[in-house]
């Protein structure tokens, strides 16, 4: 698997709009999906074929392999990327952007990252199992406010010279008039308001534009470069969400490969290794229920965007064991879970090529955490290093069911809070 990274500058206002099922109200996203960018290349492809891409016919051709066949490229969906002071971190300093855990606390007051008028964010998942055998409720509270209560809190994130980032984007509202198409003038009584994401920061010296990043994952290296090479070619030619006809959604992607290297092996002995001390900082408390097995690897599984999960053709929000063996194709009898953070949400979303309304899909929401163990990790390291490629779950070449294994937040601990 190789990954192709998209940097998109906004070039005007963007209308990413969702719609709840059931209501009539359009909200703005915090992010670009996946497929709207899938859809937004697709198109531009088929608008040029032939001058980039092979045959584009449905029984062979690059066009296939790339949207039809049985293993799509996967489109990750695009978040906000990172600025302090209204500037952007030089390219390769920062760390992947990511989506905090769902068991990651804040201030009710003051929350977010630690700053002279923030109390600074902390995870909770390896001190909540800690707790519960323990045979204590994990109620944590502030310790900058001396007991001041903390609620969770969610955001995308990122890390630059060892500290973190929230990281988000501002919205506004355009006001419309609808148009009398025989007369071609300003419909009386039709006025409406589209939600948009804003194409700049604005800074106290000059604005910013917004920048996002996403990637696509492929398997074919041929193809992988014909792609890489196209979106270059064509990086002011696509847009990206509704009302485009009216002058939104104009941006300019540009790409290139990118090297993942970071050892699974190593972050789950880290991961694994961290929880065994705070389990004997428990101690101070008491005897635990049971202890700690001293053979058995721990490693967490986190959603870094909604998933699709089916179990026994039913929606549902928790990775069970057997579902973690069947994307993995290996069979681990010792194989536990041990604890799951998960809320869930409903999908919905427009087809442009088919002119309908997709599904109405029940996800499990991003930033939903799985705690499992299992006494034989070394079978696991390369199955959960190729799952984070892949993904979990359904539509995975749409952005959803992207995971990271042991994501590094949960080693921030309450009295380290960032």
């Avoid at 996403?214 to 041929?222: E, L, Q, V």
Wanted: aromatic fraction near 10%; charge should be neutral.
């Amino acid at each position: 698997m190789k990954r192709i990274e998209l940097e998109i500058k906004a070039l005007s206002p963007l209308a990413i709009s969702r719609q709840k099922p059931g209501g009539s109200i359009s909200e703005c996203e915090d992010y670009i999906p996946g497929s709207v960018i899938r859809g937004a290349i697709a198109s531009q492809i088929l608008k040029q074929s032939g001058k980039q891409f092979d045959n584009l016919s449905n029984d062979g051709g690059d066009f296939q392999e790339l949207f039809l066949s049985d293993t799509p490229a996967i489109f990750q969906n695009a978040y906000p990327s990172i600025k302090i002071k209204g500037k952007l971190i030089p390219k390769g300093r920062i760390e992947e952007i990511k989506v905090l855990p769902a068991t990651a606390l804040s201030s009710k007051n003051k929350f977010g990252f630690k700053t002279e008028k923030k109390n600074g964010v902390f995870d909770s998942l390896i001190d909540r199992f800690c707790a519960e055998h323990y045979g204590f409720s994990y109620e944590p509270n502030c310790p900058e406010e001396k007991g001041g209560r903390v609620e969770p809190y969610t955001s995308f994130y990122s890390k630059y010279n060892t500290k973190y980032y929230s990281l988000n984007l501002t919205k506004r509202l355009l006001t419309r008039v609808g148009i009398n198409r025989k007369l071609a003038t300003s419909e009386e009584d039709i006025l409406y308001s589209i939600q948009v994401v804003n194409e700049s920061q604005t800074s106290r010296k000059n604005e910013k534009p917004v920048i996002l990043k996403s990637a696509i994952i492929i398997s074919n290296n041929k193809i992988l470069e014909k792609l890489q090479q196209f979106i270059n070619i064509n990086g002011y030619n696509f847009r990206l969400g509704g009302s485009t006809s009216r002058g939104l959604g104009k941006v300019e992607i540009r790409a290139e490969e990118l090297e993942i290297q970071h050892s699974i092996k190593d972050k789950i002995e880290t991961f694994t290794n961290h929880l065994q001390v705070r389990w004997d900082k428990w101690s101070i408390f008491g005897k635990p229920l049971q202890e700690l097995p001293k053979n058995r690897t721990y490693f967490s599984l986190n959603l870094q965007s909604d998933a699709i999960l089916t179990e026994k053709w039913q929606r549902i929000t928790v990775i069970s064991t057997q579902m973690l063996q069947n994307f993995t194709d290996v069979n681990d009898e010792s194989l536990q879970l041990e604890a799951a953070y998960s809320s869930y949400d409903y999908r919905s979303g427009w087809n442009s090529a088919w002119g309908l309304m997709k599904d109405i899909e029940l996800v499990t929401n991003k930033g939903a955490v799985y705690l499992f163990s299992t006494k034989q990790p070394q079978i696991w390291y390369t199955a959960l290093a190729e799952l984070e490629f892949k993904g979990v779950g359904e539509r995975t070449y749409e952005g959803f069911g992207q995971i990271e294994v042991c994501n590094d937040f949960h080693l921030v601990f309450r009295e380290e809070a960032v």
